[in-house]
C-alpha cells in the first residue's frame, strides 16, 4: 500500500501552529515542508494505472463539493459544470454540496456511489474525514479526483487536480516581503486550520521570511476564506497590538476583511498588504489605491479535473497530478480585472452567459 504523502503529514503538522502565541508565532520545520513540497512533486509524477477504472462512454460525473457558499469555489464548480458540457461522453453530472460539514461530505460522497458515478470529483471540507468513503468508490471502481488547493497521496484518490500553492504562496511572500521593506511587524490570516494549504501558505512565508530577519511574524489566524471572519479576527488583533505594519494575506476575500478592520479603526495608514487574488472587492481596492497587485488563484483548475477524469476514464496515459500554475500581477495589471459592474464576490471569467453564477 502507498504511503500517504505530504499533504495528509502536512495537516498533522498544522495542529501544532495552531498553538502559536499572541506575541511570538511557532516556527514550523521549513525543511522538512521543503521536502514534502519536493516530494508532492515527485508524487505528481507518477503515472497512474488507469486499467480498474477504464471503461467506454456515457460517463457519469459526481463532484462532492465541501462547500459552495465561497465564491471562487463556486465559480470553480461552475468551471466544472462548463468543461463537462464540451465532453459529449458525459451523459449527467452530479453536484453535492457539504456546507462546510465533514459528516455531511462523506455522506454526500456514498450518495454519489450509490448513483454509481464513473469518477468522483471533490473539494474537502477535511482531507483526512473523506478518506474511507474515498476508499469505498476505489474499490468499487470508481476514480478519484482531488481538485482545488490540497494535493492528496493516498490508495484512496487516484488523481489530483491542483493549484501550485507552494509556488503562488511563496511569489505572494516575496512581494510582501519587499513591499514592508524587509521590516516590520506583521500576521498572517491562513484559510482553514489543519488544511494543507493553510500549512504550505505559513511554511512559504517563514521561508521568505527568514531571508528577511527584520520582519517579526507576531500572530497567525485563520480566516477560513471567509470575508467577516477574517474582519473579526483583525478587530481582535488591532486591539492587542498597537501596531501592526502589514497582513499576508494571498486570498482577496480575507485581505478585503483585513482592510476592512483597520480602516474602520482609523489605522490604515500604518498597513501593508500582501497581495491578493482576482477577487473583484480586491481588484477594486488595487485600481483605486494602486497598491499591492495580484498573485492569480487558478480558477481554470476546475476544467482541468474534468479533463483529468476524463483522461482516466478512457485509459489515456496519464501522471497523478495536473499542475495549476499562478503569476504576480503588477497594480496596473490587476486592476484591469476590476468589472464595476459586478459585485465584489465576482471573479473574472471566460464563461459563457449560461454558466455564470447567478
Known amino acids: 500500500m502507498r504511503k500517504l504523502l505530504p499533504a495528509l503529514l502536512l495537516c498533522g503538522l498544522a495542529a501544532g501552529f ?21 516530494a508532492i512533486l515527485e ?29 471562487w469555489i463556486l465559480f470553480a464548480s461552475q468551471y466544472v459544470k462548463y468543461e463537462a458540457s464540451l465532453h459529449p461522453e458525459i451523459a449527467n453530472l452530479v453536484i ?37 468513503a474515498l476508499r469505498k468508490a476505489v474499490e468499487k471502481g470508481i476514480a478519484t479526483v482531488n481538485v482545488g488547493y490540497n494535493f492528496m497521496d493516498s490508495p484512496w484518490v487516484t488523481g489530483n487536480a491542483y493549484v501550485d500553492q507552494w509556488a503562488m504562496s511563496v511569489d505572494n511572500a516575496e512581494h510582501f516581503a519587499r513591499g514592508l521593506g524587509g521590516k516590520g511587524k506583521v500576521f498572517a490570516m491562513l484559510p482553514i486550520a489543519g488544511s494543507s494549504a493553510a500549512v504550505t501558505q505559513l511554511a512559504a512565508l517563514r521561508h521568505v521570511l527568514a531571508d528577511t530577519p527584520g520582519i517579526e511574524l507576531v500572530s497567525i489566524e485563520y480566516g477560513d476564506w471567509n470575508r467577516a471572519k477574517a474582519k473579526q479576527l483583525t478587530e481582535n488583533l488591532l486591539q492587542r497590538f498597537p501596531r501592526i505594519d502589514g497582513a499576508f494575506s494571498p486570498a482577496g476575500q480575507m485581505s478585503m476583511g483585513i482592510l476592512e478592520a483597520f480602516d474602520e479603526a482609523g489605522r490604515l495608514d ?34 482541468a479535473a474534468v479533463r483529468h477524469g476524463l483522461d482516466i476514464l478512457m485509459g489515456k496515459p496519464v501522471t497523478n497530478a495536473v499542475i495549476v500554475g499562478t503569476r504576480y500581477l503588477t497594480p496596473a495589471e490587476a486592476a484591469k480585472l476590476y468589472d464595476p459592474d459586478r459585485p465584489d464576490d465576482w471573479w473574472p471569467t471566460t464563461l459563457p452567459p449560461d454558466f455564470l453564477p447567478q
Do not use: C
Open 18 to 38: 495552531l498553538e502559536a502565541s499572541a506575541s511570538r508565532a511557532q516556527e514550523p520545520d521549513i525543511a522538512a515542508l521543503l521536502k514534502q513540497h519536493e
Open 43 to 71: 508524487a505528481a509524477k507518477r503515472p497512474i494505472d488507469t486499467k480498474p477504472f477504464e471503461k467506454a462512454p456515457p460517463y457519469k460525473v459526481g463532484l462532492s463539493a465541501g462547500y459552495l457558499s465561497n465564491s
Open 96 to 132: 453535492t454540496d457539504a456546507n462546510w460539514n465533514p459528516a455531511k461530505q462523506v455522506a454526500d460522497i456514498e450518495d454519489l456511489i450509490s448513483k454509481d458515478v464513473d469518477v468522483l470529483l471533490y473539494w474537502p471540507v477535511d482531507e483526512k474525514s473523506v478518506l474511507p
Open 270 to 303: 500604518e498597513l501593508t498588504m500582501s497581495p491578493g487574488d482576482e477577487y473583484n472587492g480586491w481588484t477594486k481596492w488595487v485600481a483605486r489605491h494602486g497598491k499591492w497587485g495580484s498573485v492569480t488563484s487558478g480558477l481554470e483548475v476546475g476544467r
